[in-house]
């Protein structure tokens, strides 16, 4: 059995980005994980169907708190993606999927798919953090500080996990609800 032209667009992709691809669990699925910055790894699974290549990746598990305004912000968030959308498996856990038809799938559609996959997650991870895990972040805060561990981590959160609460979110990293 041959490669189909997906797979071939998707390893050129891969050798063209320096990413390795892996070959996955399932028949034509292969996965690959795009570094980032505030999420440091963003672990992707590609799928090639019969019809299209359909993509999923896990962004974080299910909210600790606050899960109104959590939910509430991926969908509003999801009006703006392009080709993606957030989604949520049987626990609340939060992943990013979307779908390619096969007959557009090129190393150009693979590169605006993946990039919008990585942005997002990438983009989104401290204001859903900041939304659904601000109890524990603090409680961590507070740990690390009392035994003098250190919080770099933590640092983007520093405004919002300081003993006296600290000055409010600037406006620029205020999450959107």
Wanted: proline share 5%; no cysteine; hydrophobic share 45%.
């Amino acid at each position: 059995m041959g490669t189909s032209p997906a797979e071939e667009a998707l390893r050129q992709w891969a050798a063209q980005a320096g990413i390795e691809l892996l070959p996955g669990a399932r028949l034509g699925e292969f996965v690959v994980e795009l570094p980032g910055e505030a999420k440091l790894r963003t672990g992707v699974s590609l799928l090639v169907g019969d019809r299209a290549l359909s993509v999923s990746a896990f962004v974080m598990r299910h909210p600790d708190e606050n899960e109104a305004a959590f939910y509430r912000w991926l969908l509003t968030r999801n009006s703006r993606l392009p080709g993606i959308a957030f989604a949520l498996d049987k626990l609340g856990d939060v992943f990013l999927v979307g779908r390619i038809p096969l007959a557009g799938v090129t190393v150009d559609t693979v590169d605006d798919l993946l990039g919008a996959i990585l942005s997002t997650a990438d983009g989104s991870f401290n204001d859903l953090l900041a939304l659904g895990f601000l109890t524990s972040m603090r409680r961590e805060w507070a740990w690390r500080i009392d035994r003098g561990e250190s919080t770099r981590n933590l640092e983007a959160f520093r405004d919002l996990l300081s003993a006296d609460g600290g000055p409010s979110i600037p406006a620029e990293r205020r999450p959107l609800i």
